[in-house]
DNA sequence: CGTAGGCTTGAAAAGCGTCAATAGGAGTGG
DNA sequence: CCACTCCTATTGACGCTTTTCAAGCCTACG
């Protein structure tokens, strides 16, 4: 456990629960007060599976990682992509026992904080609480916009779509350069995050870049040509998001 | 603006509130006292609309609604179904600008409540709050669901499961009689829910009644004959719906 | 170098969509 | 009570998107 000082890791929360709330400085300092440990889980590591029984929420401080589901074909399904900032596993936590997985895609340092701190937060400060209900609410959006990207849209808008997605929030986390970045995915899992197959995903990231939508100098190098076009051609409104005007622009 | 009473309209939501906390005398009397005004919706009329500024939140007193999003080709997502006692709207009114629509599939009676005097409530009432959280989080679990039963499974799965959840959540909401049913949707809503046509919706409900796992005496009257067999073809854990275990048993 | 994981590509099959036509039931107005 | 209309359900034929299966290739890494 270490205590909240100048430069704690938990600025990354403070962050982010400021973005949709006002916050006063009573509230931050209760935020940076949270006891918290710091864990780096490599590639591929699981903070929680399915079906157990979560016992710790926690904050990505750095790294990428998804929630997933397995189907009964033994395929699986990918239902976010998380990245700095994000609040992850806070359903499982407080819900008992946990509905998905939450898998590194990279190695991710993760501040973790016992859930019941984090009830008595929300208790104690109502803006605070006010905040995380607010942040899982977004979350509830995205999950609604991912629900009609893998029900309505052929392939290729799907992978646009996510591509924007990826994109946008890059650079609402502080990560984006331009419309330049790392896709931390493989094909198979861009497939379990659209409901296609791999070998589909190849195919149709390859018609993108053929269509001259992006532009890649390796396979998961990401160059955006034109932002407006593809997020025309991804059906992509930024609105499910819910970011606030004094955030970043779409444009871009 | 009515008072509360003894037959308030809105013990229905403290019914919903309590289902996975324990809430005090005040804490009820707290939820009764909120202000509210009743309104009756018909079928097909929206209580929000995507895109519009949504200034109140509601609970379902009866009738059936669904939340739905639009694609750019046209077609429709649905990404929720809900009953008596369920929350809606509140993610569209805290949110400011609505992300989805909320469409009633039969006549409804809704109690429509201030979105800031929820927030007032939350913020005075933490276990109010927090029962609410949680029925923020549960929703997000049952979207997750979603996600993968469009994204990863086959029609033949994807209705039986959607068959599933509704007969237990119907269970649940203190409205169902045995397995039998009245599906308040038409085939093309069944396929906005699931992400197929109406006619791929068509073949395969007939499918299912023919292999006997359900029956039906007209098109929307669903007889689950063997629910232990229905489930296991939808591919169905209800665990994702984070029901206590005071409520009422899966098998039935 | 040698192995493993990820990317790429081709050919064929399958599942689901599209188009189109028919039928039944509920409500409406004469 | 009948004619009319609209909405929903149903079914067939055909086509297209995506999957499946399979093979080869590249690159990082030990």
Chains 1, 2 share one sequence.
Not at 7 to 24: A, G
Not at 33 to 42: I, N, S
Not at 179 to 206: C, F, W
Request: with cysteine; proline share 3%; glycine share 6%.
């Amino acid at each position: 456990m270490n205590r909240a000082d100048r430069h704690s890791p938990l600025e990354t929360l403070v962050r982010t629960l400021s973005c949709r709330v006002d916050l006063d400085k009573d509230d931050r300092s209760a935020i940076l007060a949270l006891p918290f440990t710091t864990k780096t889980l490599e590639r591929h590591h699981y903070l929680v599976r399915e079906h157990d029984i979560a016992t710790r929420s926690g904050v990505i401080l750095s790294g990428y990682a998804v929630r997933s589901k397995a189907v009964a074909s033994g395929e699986r399904q990918i239902v976010s992509i998380h990245m700095k900032g994000d609040l992850i596993d806070l359903q499982n936590s407080l819900l008992e026992k946990s509905d998905h997985s939450v898998q590194m895609l990279t190695t991710c340092e993760i501040a973790l904080i016992p859930p019941e701190e984090i009830l008595k937060l929300a208790s104690e400060r109502p803006m605070v609480g006010r905040a995380m209900w607010l942040e899982t609410l977004v979350d509830g959006s995205v999950f609604r916009e991912w629900i009609v990207n893998v029900g309505r849209r052929d392939a290729r808008t799907r992978i646009a779509h996510l591509l924007c997605e990826f994109s946008l929030r890059l650079k609402v986390a502080g990560l984006g350069k331009d419309s330049n970045y790392e896709l931390p995915m493989t094909q198979e899992q861009l497939g379990d995050a659209t409901g296609l197959t791999s070998v589909h995903v190849n195919r149709t990231i390859k018609a993108l870049e053929r269509e001259g939508l992006i532009e890649r100098s390796d396979p998961r190098a990401i160059h955006i040509g034109d932002w407006r076009k593809l997020a025309e051609v991804g059906d992509f409104d930024s609105n499910y998001l819910h970011l606030r005007e004094n955030e970043p622009a779409l444009a871009g």
